[in-house]
């Protein structure tokens, strides 16, 4: 289900990206990928209500998390168009740089 939803967010598919995600969190409430994917594509779809909810969730998760920090990692195994996505959707949550 992740990899679906990163499928849908690289085609810029963000409705179903989101679903995808949401089936993937109901197996792994507290898996970072899924909750990466639903928050930029809630990020790239203006929805912020949305976004800021996806972010205190995430942040809940995984306290002190900063977009430098998750380029750090994603740097190993993302396409570059994929953590362009989800990095410009952690900055418009709100997450901060460092």
């Given at each position: 289900?992740t990899g679906l939803a990163?499928?849908?967010?690289?085609?810029h598919?963000?409705?179903?990206?989101i679903?995808?995600?949401?089936?993937?969190?109901?197996?792994?409430p507290?898996y970072?990928?899924?909750?990466?994917?639903?928050?930029?594509?809630?990020?790239?779809?203006?929805r912020?209500a949305?976004?800021?909810?996806?972010?205190?969730r995430l942040?809940?998760a995984?306290?002190g998390?900063?977009?430098a920090?998750?380029r750090?990692r994603?740097?190993r195994?993302a396409?570059p168009?994929i953590?362009n996505l989800?990095?410009?959707g952690?900055r418009i949550?709100?997450?901060?740089?460092?």
């Amino acid at each position: 289900s992740t990899g679906l939803a990163y499928a849908h967010l690289a085609a810029h598919r963000f409705e179903q990206a989101i679903e995808w995600a949401d089936r993937a969190s109901q197996d792994a409430p507290l898996y970072l990928h899924p909750m990466l994917v639903k928050l930029a594509a809630n990020a790239h779809l203006a929805r912020l209500a949305e976004t800021h909810t996806d972010l205190v969730r995430l942040l809940a998760a995984y306290p002190g998390l900063t977009v430098a920090g998750w380029r750090a990692r994603a740097i190993r195994w993302a396409a570059p168009e994929i953590a362009n996505l989800i990095g410009v959707g952690l900055r418009i949550a709100g997450l901060p740089d460092e």
